[in-house]
């Protein structure tokens, strides 16, 4: 009831008006594919996936992995003479890199090294969280919700006593721990994700405690299969999408959490990079090289709003309640009304 | 229900206690507290950390140590056998002395935003739902997510070097360029359309209209110097009176309820009245005086509200108090905006503060502290405000488009009543209810967000506390901040659990 629905950004679902051939109401067609019809259909989602597979790769590519370096001539970490003040050499008409594209930071080191470190921190960041996250989550939900009982009432104090303490708050102590024990960003992700995981577990869990009540699950235990082979291979693939789509939105907020922690001081350490990180380092800076400030915080708001866009595509396409909105859309001439009034043809509903 | 109440206290006392055993050892084995110590060089380094570890019972294990703090702390709640402790800190301050004086300061950044968030957010939610898959819905729908996507120490630095340089460095100069003038008329009038909606020609009216209104008005306000030396007098103030019993009365009763008119309009007299005669009582003024003139206004609106009364008296009471509270706060801000000159040049022209929150060495009575504290407060506000404030417009805009697909949103249309009364009487009130969880929710987030946003703009509250100890590995500020925030969310969760029962009959507790 609390979800947000409806994703006014997605044109083409409900554009046709011939409702019966209407792609998604084939019933020839699987789930999966026909989830991914709509996701696919959904053209902002569709380009920041795009956009957000583009950056990995641009970061990647250009200072390289670990031992492997990329094509960029200079690593995130060395010295280099200031040239031009260190202002960003980066044209556009015509396209040019020039020597350092993004300028560089007070000390000399090149700034376009030192983002595409900071991205790929933070996409570490980002991906681990969820991962973490979402395996911790997606278990201690499937347990409560299909053990019910006193596994369930344990399971959900402790997601209480978890939930109690802020992300931001309980990130940052994490992000102490992991400094002290100088565990890099690998480490500070891998905590992170340990301390994220309430959200998906009660949702996990809300889903579990109605699938378990369906036919299959009887007919399933009827036919003889074990308890984990009713979650694992009944169940949970039913709740892939509500899954998936608390995953993806966890991913988002992972980001803007790193971020913060390495802004505080407790994340990602200099001489590692990470966009929050060259925030502070350089926020002071802003009135004389805008530019310091300007590339990571144009970097952060990217990735948060491709990975926001991706959730939201993905909401959309796995909530089948999202396409009685549209429907009214098509079914009521006059729009431009106030356009939720009930239309006067009888309501298509499924 | 009373059952239902102590079984949830007792829940959260042991939620409550559990949480501080996991925060305890988490921060006590977060880092090595005697760091700062064994590798400085002060002569007596050795007397320094065993003062520390005796201070801090360093030698006693951490799931101990959290017994003796737990120990100290339950005191506070059963005053039997010993006094009430929080500990101490490293430079020996109890963290009991510390707390009051960091909670006033995060309080009060922390309320008005949390507030606002949710009137402002609630209230374009359902306009983006009423015009949904408008051009409107579209812009604010990129604009919410373009705010869920903005870190908030990001937000805060922004809002730092544009508006509050930008701002302090337009009073040196304060006039209004004529492109400026014609951006802003353009802008304002583009939003007005799009809020408006329908036929080309009714938006083109609107742009028209509100961009030329903005532009004259805009023009005005500069060549008399309004920015340097700004006013509000009568005039203004009874426009303002007028305008607000006009949106009260329109939005709670429609425009052709008579009673509701003449509620109104005692109120607004009532408030013009008091302009007048209370300018005196004004100028000696303190927090007392203001907060007795409130309640009293609060009385008179219900009152006359009453006394108006008819078939709808609980409407009329509303009607009355919203009025008078809203139209008493324009003859407040009437006087502070009286004072505005005199603060703009005890701070050297330079009104709008990046750091702290109070200018030191102020002096002055009630209405220039009281700018002074709003100063201050204007931006970190602004920057907590717009990370929930997205969050809100998106979760008001589906519960509305939900509410308004059921059944008896239909019977009442059907039945003939005006779409007024639809949305605030049926629609408005059911979406509500869903609204109370996220509002117990985001409390946690908000106190959480505050320590980025303390940390940016250097107040001195609970977040500073809770960094500083953190950063020293220094565990009771820590514990005491976490005490103050662990309470709050979970009262915040239970009022949520009263509110929601009280608010949907169809919930029973249990």
Not at chain 1, 107 to 135: E, H
Not at chain 1, 189 to 206: D, E, N, Q
Not at chain 2, 170 to 176: E, N, R, S
Not at chain 2, 412 to 430: C, D, M, Q, S, Y
Request: proline share 4%; aromatic share 10%; net charge positive.
């Amino acid at each position: 009831m609390s979800t947000i629905q409806g994703n006014p950004l997605e044109p083409s679902i409900g554009d046709g008006v011939d409702l019966a051939s209407r792609k998604d109401d084939n019933p020839g067609e699987s789930q999966g594919r026909i989830v991914y019809k709509r996701f696919v259909s959904n053209k902002v989602a569709v380009v920041a996936i795009i956009v957000y597979v583009l950056l990995i790769v641009l970061s990647i590519s250009a200072i390289g992995l670990g031992p492997i370096p990329g094509w960029w001539k200079y690593d995130y970490k060395s010295l280099n003479s200031l040239v031009n003040e260190g202002a960003p050499t980066l044209k556009l008409f015509p396209f040019s890199l020039g020597d350092h594209p993004f300028g560089q930071d007070r000390i000399g080191k090149d700034y376009f090294a030192l983002t595409m470190r900071g991205i790929q921190n933070s996409v570490l960041v980002m991906i681990l969280i969820g991962l973490v996250a979402t395996v911790i989550g997606v278990v201690v939900g499937a347990l409560a919700g299909y053990f019910r009982g006193w596994v369930d009432s344990v399971l959900m104090r402790i997601t209480d006593v978890f939930i109690v303490i802020p992300a931001l708050v309980i990130g940052l102590i994490v992000g102490k721990s992991a400094g002290a024990g100088g565990l890099g960003a690998f480490g500070l992700a891998a905590l992170l994700g340990v301390v994220s995981w309430m959200v998906i577990a009660r949702l996990v869990r809300s889903e579990f405690l109605s699938l378990r009540e369906r036919e299959f699950v009887e007919a399933a235990r009827v036919a003889g299969a074990s308890d984990v082979r009713i979650i694992f291979r009944h169940i949970l693939p039913n709740a892939i999408g509500v899954i998936i789509v608390s995953s993806t939105l966890l991913v988002a907020s992972a980001i803007l959490l790193e971020t913060a922690i390495s802004y505080l001081g407790f994340g990602i350490k200099s001489p590692d990079s990470s966009l929050g990180l060259l925030i502070s380092g350089n926020q002071s800076a802003f009135s004389t090289r805008p530019w310091l400030f300007w590339w990571p915080a144009a970097f952060i708001v990217i990735l948060a709003l491709c990975a926001n866009f991706v959730g939201d595509g993905l909401r959309d396409a796995f909530d089948p309640r999202s396409k009685r909105f549209s429907l009214r859309k098509t079914a009521e001439p006059d729009a431009a009304e106030v356009s939720t009034q009930v239309s006067p043809t009888p309501p298509v509903t499924k | 229900m009373v059952s239902f109440i102590l079984r949830r206290i007792l829940v959260s006392i042991l939620v409550l206690v559990a949480a501080s055993f996991i925060m305890y050892v988490l921060v006590a084995n977060s880092d090595n507290p005697l760091r700062d110590l064994q590798t400085g060089n002060s002569p007596n380094k050795q007397a320094l950390i065993e003062a520390r570890i005796q201070q801090q019972h360093l030698d006693v294990n951490p799931v101990l140590r959290w017994g003796i703090w737990l120990g100290g702390v339950a005191r506070c709640v059963v005053p039997i056998g010993g006094s009430c402790s929080l500990g101490v800190n490293f430079q020996n301050q109890p963290i009991t002395a510390l707390l009051p004086a960091a909670m006033g300061s995060t309080l009060q950044l922390v309320t008005l935003s949390f507030l606002l968030a949710i009137v402002l957010g609630i209230a374009l939610g359902i306009i983006t739902a009423l015009r949904v898959y408008s051009g409107f819905d579209y812009t604010i729908t990129l604009f919410s997510f373009f705010l869920f996507s903005l870190p908030s120490f990001l937000m805060a630095v922004l809002l730092k070097t544009f508006v509050a340089l930008g701002y302090n460095n337009f009073l040196q100069d304060p006039k209004i360029p004529l492109s400026t003038l014609l951006i802003a008329g353009v802008v304002i009038g583009a939003i007005i359309q799009l809020v408006v909606g329908g036929t080309i020609r009714r938006r083109l009216l609107a742009f028209v209209i509100s961009g030329g209104a903005t532009v004259v008005v805009l023009a005005a306000l500069s060549a008399t110097d309004w920015f340097a030396r700004p006013a509000l007098g009568p005039f203004a103030v009874i426009l303002f009176s007028l305008g607000i019993a006009f949106a009260v009365v329109a939005l709670l009763a429609g425009l052709n309820n008579r009673r509701a008119w003449i509620t109104a309009g005692i109120n607004v007299v009532l408030a013009v009245i008091a302009y007048f005669t209370l300018q005196g009582l004004f100028n000696i003024s303190t927090l007392g005086t203001i907060l007795t003139l409130a309640v009293a206004t609060l009385a008179v609106g219900l009152i006359s509200g009453f006394l108006v009364g008819g078939y709808d008296r609980g409407l009329m009471m509303r009607i009355g108090a919203l009025t008078a509270v809203l139209s008493a706060a324009v003859v407040l801000l009437d006087r502070f905006v009286a004072s505005w000159g005199n603060y703009v040049d005890a701070v050297g022209g330079r009104p709008l503060a990046t750091v702290g929150s109070q200018t030191p060495g102020l002096g002055g009575d009630f209405w220039i502290s009281g700018i002074d504290t709003y100063t201050h407060l204007l931006l970190p506000t602004i920057s907590l405000l717009l990370i929930s404030f997205a969050g809100y417009t998106r979760y008001a805009r589906s519960g509305m488009l939900e509410v308004l697909d059921q059944d008896y949103v239909r019977t009442a249309r059907a039945k003939g009543l005006p779409e007024r009364t639809v949305i605030v009487r049926h629609a408005f009130r059911n979406m509500l209810i869903p609204i109370a969880t996220l509002v117990a929710t985001d409390v946690g987030a908000l106190l959480g967000g505050a320590v980025i946003t303390e940390s940016v703009f250097a107040i001195s509250g609970m977040g500073n506390l809770f960094i500083t100890g953190l950063t020293a590995t220094d565990v009771n500020p820590v514990m005491g901040y976490f005490l103050v925030i662990a309470i709050t969310a979970i009262a915040f969760n239970f009022l949520a659990d009263l509110a929601y029962a009280a608010l949907d009959p169809r919930v029973r507790a249990r």
